[in-house]
């Protein structure tokens, strides 16, 4: 992705670049924001422009001509905090030139290493942890009166409801809307709740309201965010108690309702579900609209039960099969993604071999595969040795790519034949002349582009595939839903 003032490296999984401009006559003063990580850091960094907008920051995709630049990162495993570390040297190298600059980190490694990077490492000016960036202007003020600022509380309750992001991909067609933020799950290789703190819920008002002004702007996409989407609650509490009986309550399936109302052009996607709490409520909910995408993505992490208890996820390999089997029984066609790490404390061959088995009876459309890193601070480093050597950590995830390849050819090879309704998005990268979408499954379709603009949804017949791509034949033009307002 080459748009919107952003640079965006997603470390999680897919590695996307966004760049942006936008003008603010404002204090004249430029920003230049670059993100690493997850599509809710992504999501966030939205946020952050939206705040320093509103306090008169244009944002700048020049580096150059920055007077302020933010880095908002990404902890999850070492080589993501490695990438940014590098970052950060060059940008201090940028400092020595211009000792005006101000440098801020932002995000998960902000808060995972609070003030050690003003104090020890001297590699930034300013640090502000991912619930503090309402006090950004300030922080930014703080560090022109020649101070270091820091702010890295978490809070219970900011959702950054009431902030309209500024969307960093101006005339896109897809957008990321935050549901929720933090984690409670403490999965034990896992640093998210300890950079993102506690789980809270946003109004779900203000999410509908969101995405109605998306669809008025001319998107036709919203991807629903949260570290589990499943454990989305509005005046309830975890228990499932109603909190406040004079007001209504609200849970993911019923949410997901409600933005699938929105209108029939406005597709819906959600990320990530988690395999302990994805109800058939919701895959009910995805069966009876047609515009909420038949895509899941439920990451599994490992195919062994004594695995999966080390890791802490709360499910065992039992469970999970019985999990994808709902997902096939109750979606039908329903494309399936999963994460897997290899090599995490004390997996066995054995273990391993249970991972590939379960891949293949699952046989994913998609999969993003890591090897296990060990963070700071998690249950897994308390508990667990790190014991499985790189190499055998390395041969395993080859091994797991490898089947996977030839699982997502297949499940496109599946594909040739169909008709199916893609959403355009923009030129295809390879030719000017073609143009891509996605199908509801979130396959990736190259076609010709003719008098097509993105925006629209055609129905493509699909004749051709790679591991990675669809391609195929326009044969028609769907007709729009009517536009709604507010
Ligand atoms: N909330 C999501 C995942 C967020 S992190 C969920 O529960 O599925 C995205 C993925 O990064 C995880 O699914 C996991 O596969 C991987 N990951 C997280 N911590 C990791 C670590 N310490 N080492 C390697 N991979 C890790
Ligand atoms: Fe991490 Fe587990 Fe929470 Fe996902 S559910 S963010 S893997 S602790
Ligand atoms: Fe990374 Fe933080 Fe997302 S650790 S994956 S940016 S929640």
Redesign the pocket.
């Known amino acids: 992705m080459e748009t919107g003032p952003n640079k965006v490296i997603d470390e999680s999984r897919q590695g996307e670049a966004v760049v942006m401009e936008r003008e603010n006559s404002g204090n004249g003063k430029k920003l230049y924001l670059e993100s690493y990580g997850c599509q809710m850091n992504f999501s966030d960094s939205e946020v952050v422009a939206s705040i320093m907008n509103e306090n008169g920051y244009s944002t700048t995709r020049d580096i150059e001509e920055a007077d302020i630049v933010l880095i908002n990162t990404c902890s999850i495993r070492d080589n993501a905090e490695t990438r940014v570390r590098n970052r950060l040297t060059e940008f201090k190298k940028k400092k020595e030139d211009n000792p005006e600059l101000v440098v801020g980190i932002l995000g998960c490694m902000a808060e995972r290493l609070k003030k050690s990077l003003l104090e020890e490492e001297k590699l930034v000016d300013l640090v502000a942890g991912p619930d503090a960036y309402r006090d950004l202007p300030n922080l930014v003020e703080e560090v022109g009166t020649g101070q270091k600022a820091v702010n890295v509380l978490l809070s219970r309750d900011e959702t950054y409801a009431d902030i309209s992001p500024v969307r960093l991909d101006q005339g896109g067609i897809t957008a990321f809307v935050t549901i929720m933020r933090g984690?409670?799950?403490?999965?034990s290789?896992?640093?998210?709740?300890f950079t993102?703190g506690r789980e809270r819920s946003r109004d779900p008002y203000t999410i509908v309201q969101e995405c109605k002004d998306l669809y008025n702007l001319g998107y036709r996409e919203v991807t629903l965010l949260g570290?589990?989407v499943d454990s989305y609650r509005w005046n309830l509490t975890s228990k499932g108690e109603i909190k406040d009986e004079k007001l209504p309550t609200t849970n993911f399936a019923q949410l997901m309702e409600m933005v699938a109302l929105v209108s029939p052009d406005l597709r819906v996607r959600f990320s990530?579900s988690?395999p302990k709490d994805m109800t058939d409520d919701v895959l009910e909910i995805m069966a009876k609209y047609e515009n909420i995408c038949p895509y899941i993505h439920l990451?599994v992490?490992s195919g062994n039960t004594d695995v999966l208890y080390r890791m802490?996820?709360g499910y065992s390999r039992e469970w999970y099969l019985q999990r994808i089997e709902a997902i096939k029984k109750i979606v039908p066609d329903c494309a399936i993604s999963t994460d897997v790490i290899t090599g995490f404390c004390g997996e066995t061959e054995e273990e391993h071999k249970e991972t590939m088995s379960l891949m293949e009876l699952v046989k994913y459309d998609f999969a993003y595969m890591f090897k296990y890193s060990e963070r700071p601070k998690t249950l897994a480093e308390r508990r667990f040795e790190d014991d499985i050597p790189e190499d055998i950590k390395g041969r395993r995830l080859t091994e797991i790519i490898d089947l996977q390849m030839k699982h997502s050819l297949n499940s496109n090879q599946q594909q040739i034949g169909k008709i199916q309704k893609v959403l355009i998005e923009g030129p295809s990268k390879r030719s000017e002349d073609q143009l891509c979408g996605r199908n509801g499954r979130n396959s990736v379709v190259v076609f010709d582009k003719k008098d097509l603009e993105k925006g629209q949804y055609v129905m493509v017949k699909i004749t051709d595939c790679t591991s990675a791509t669809l391609f195929g034949e326009v044969i028609e033009k769907c007709e729009p839903a009517p536009s709604i307002l507010s």
């Open positions: 984690c409670d799950n403490m999965c290789f896992c640093v998210v709740p993102r570290q589990n990530t988690h990451p992490q802490n996820r």
